[in-house]
């Protein structure tokens, strides 16, 4: 059983910058994507980013904005969030894949205001 530990979240006014953090608690493969979701209220969980050795995704809301990183010694990743937006208020969930199961962190909430 993997524990994924998120860390950075907050207030932040518009235009400001975050930095969110998830540690793991073994060890992932660089090959297993890492990445980070969020869900506002009243709406699905969506993808915001996701890193592997095969390169990396982001969502087209925070592209240019946001960016993932990932340090494989610590099993943790990173996310950059500058430029934040009051629509980028959401509880971030960070993900991960080992040995085919996906894990889930219990959720951090970010919340932009205007």
């Known amino acids: 059983q993997v524990q994924l530990v998120e860390s950075g979240g907050g207030l932040v006014q518009a235009g400001g910058s975050l930095r969110l953090s998830c540690a793991a608690s073994e060890s992932i493969r660089s090959s297993n994507p890492m990445g980070w979701y969020r869900q506002a209220p009243g709406k699905q969980r969506d993808l915001v980013a996701t890193?592997?050795?095969?390169?990396?995704v982001y969502a087209d809301s925070v592209k240019g904005r946001f960016t993932i990183s990932r340090d494989n010694a610590k099993n943790t990743v990173y996310l950059q969030m500058n430029s934040l937006k009051p629509e980028d208020t959401a509880v971030y969930f960070c993900q991960a894949v080992r040995y085919y199961q996906g894990y889930w962190g219990q959720g951090i909430q970010v919340t932009v205001s205007s």
């Open positions: 890193i592997s050795s095969g390169g990396t």
